[in-house]
T-cell receptor, first 110, second 114 residues
Framework: SQQGEEDPQALSIQEGENATMNCSYK?????LQWYRQNSGRGLVHLIL?????REKHSGRLRVTLDTSKKSSSLLITASRAADTASYFC??????????FGAGTRLFVKA | NAGVTQTPKFQVLKTGQSMTLQCAQD?????MYWYRQDPGMGLRLIYY???????DKGEVPNGYNVSRLNKREFSLRLESAAPSQTSVYFC?????????????FGSGTRLTVV
């Protein structure tokens, strides 16, 4: 069964707006990671949040984690056309069992 | 540039043919992985190698074999390709036993089996 599931599946916004993507999961985790994938490319690691952390920032990215609700959100502030990509959450339970969700496709219109 | 290199980038096979996907990383990572990505689905783990000399099955290992040739290289072999193996394949690497460390991915191999 899939661990991480992103919502929405697709998101279209104007440049300058904020983009919020959500990830839900089913079992306990050690950490949760977010990745970006540009069309035709591999995934790029964006940010990692540990299970004992609630919020983390990296540049225009803000990630929150609510372990009681088993959910995380990724906020991209002041979106740019270059942010157009698919975004994946990955849940890490331990060992080598990292499970990726199906992704949110973000389109930022210039 | 440091990173994960996959070859080939594209491949078309006929049903029943065999091929090997190559992957090499130059970051001195201990762990390497093979994933497949299909439309509407997340990445699914095929095989992984926690360290040089070891390999283990992931979520979808059937129809595949792997070889950890040395610390840098991890290959994926399809012995008898089937249309269900049409997919995009990604190799990745990470630090051993560092589940607080992200993965570095290659740019992928697009495989079509006809």
């Amino acid at each position: 069964s899939q661990q991480g599931e992103e919502d929405p599946q697709a998101l279209s916004i104007q440049e300058g707006e904020n983009a919020t993507m959500n990830c839900s999961y089913k079992t306990s985790i050690n950490n949760l990671q977010w990745y970006r994938q540009n069309s035709g490319r591999g995934l790029v690691h964006l940010i990692l949040i540990r299970s004992n952390e609630r919020e983390k920032h990296s540049g225009r990215l803000r990630v929150t984690l609510d372990t009681s609700k088993k959910s995380s959100s990724l906020l991209i502030t002041a979106s740019r056309a270059a942010d157009t990509a698919s975004y994946f959450c990955a849940t890490v339970k331990g060992g080598f069992k990292t499970i990726f969700g199906a992704g949110t496709r973000l389109f930022v219109k210039a | 540039n440091a990173g994960v290199t996959q070859t080939p980038k594209f491949q078309v096979l006929k049903t029943g043919q065999s091929m090997t996907l190559q992957c090499a990383q130059d970051m001195n990572h201990n762990s390497m992985y093979w994933y497949r990505q299909d439309p509407g689905m997340g990445l699914r783990l095929i095989y992984y190698s926690a360290s040089e000399g070891t390999t283990d099955k992931g979520e979808v290992p059937n129809g595949y074999n792997v070889s950890r040739l040395n610390k840098r290289e991890f290959s994926l072999r399809l012995e008898s390709a089937a249309p269900s193996q049409t997919s995009v394949y990604f190799c990745a690497s990470s630090e051993l036993d560092r589940d607080d460390y992200g993965y570095t991915f290659g740019s992928g191999t697009r495989l079509t089996v006809v």
